[in-house]
């Protein structure tokens, strides 16, 4: 087992706000990954990609990316999803320059769709994504969606267990904050572990921060609305490093709280108090 942990974006401590700065600031704070932020557009030149991707391998810093937020696979109009598409393919071009494993995407909002009709229409768009991507040579990438944490948005864990299992090459990437949200805080690490079994993926990307939900009148559900440090403990860290050490599994886990790395190494500690050598 091995595990990477690292800011989501450029550390807050980095002399300067650029991708390459970024990851050589990781390396310094002692920390093996770093997920590359296109949250706002895919602006990135393919050449830094390459760059990126060079100085990443000899840190050994494990790069990811998320793909903009501006994605809706689910949408009604043709023309949504196909600019949603061109974004995550755009990401994946990258991704895929710079060696990073996964491009992290949000698929999408129900909408008027029933929760099956959701699902079809993001199956769809998932199998067309993967099958262009491998057209291009970017198969050293995955697509992966992140489970979500308002009630209005596809991505329940369950969910997309069920697109891993049907579309060959999807990937998820388990954000226990948004559990933790949509569940009105609640989360059961082991019952998450239990289901994502059935993957048989040898790696898994995480995200983790605390995060502060409103909850959804009368439903047992919530819906996320800032991302906290982890010293609010909504939800705990240190049980989940605990199951992950008790099942050896190998994870890159993302800090998204508003501390960035400084919560990274606060992982990193209770990963060391536990036993853990990096």
Not at 142 to 151: H, I, N, Q, R
Not at 232 to 249: D, H, M, Q, V, Y
Not at 258 to 277: H, N, V, W
């Amino acid at each position: 087992m091995r595990i990477y942990l690292g800011p989501a974006g450029i550390p807050t401590v980095a002399k300067e706000k650029s991708t390459l700065e970024g990851i050589k600031t990781v390396s310094e704070l002692g920390l093996n990954a770093m997920e590359i932020e296109f949250v706002r557009g895919v602006k990135m030149s393919n050449e830094l990609a390459k760059e990126a991707g060079k100085l990443a391998e000899k840190l050994g810093i494990r790069l990811s990316v998320h793909a903009p937020y501006f994605i809706n696979l689910c949408s009604s109009e043709k023309e949504k999803i196909k600019a949603s598409k061109k974004r995550i393919l755009d990401s994946m071009e990258r991704a895929s320059l710079m060696n990073a494993e996964i491009v992290c995407v949000h698929a999408g909002y129900y909408g008027k769709l029933s929760k099956e009709e959701a699902y079809e229409k993001i199956k769809e768009a998932c199998e067309d994504i993967i099958k262009k991507a491998k057209s291009k040579g970017w198969d050293n990438t995955s697509l992966a969606l992140e489970t979500t944490g308002k009630v209005s948005q596809f991505g329940t864990l369950d969910e997309i267990i069920k697109i891993c299992k049907e579309v060959k090459g999807c990937k998820i990437v388990v954000d226990f904050a948004h559990i933790y949200a949509r569940q009105a805080g609640r989360i059961n690490y082991k019952e998450i572990f239990e289901k994502l079994k059935v993957l048989k993926f040898k790696h898994y990307n995480f995200h983790f921060s605390g995060i502060k939900f409103s909850p959804v009148k009368a439903t047992g559900k919530g819906n996320e609305r800032y991302h906290l440090p982890i010293a609010s403990n909504s939800p705990p860290f240190e049980p989940l490093a605990k199951e992950i050490l008790r099942r050896k599994i190998s994870a890159t886990i993302i800090s998204e709280s508003p501390l960035l790395e400084q919560d990274s190494l606060k992982m990193k500690k209770i990963f060391e108090k536990l036993g853990y050598k990096f």
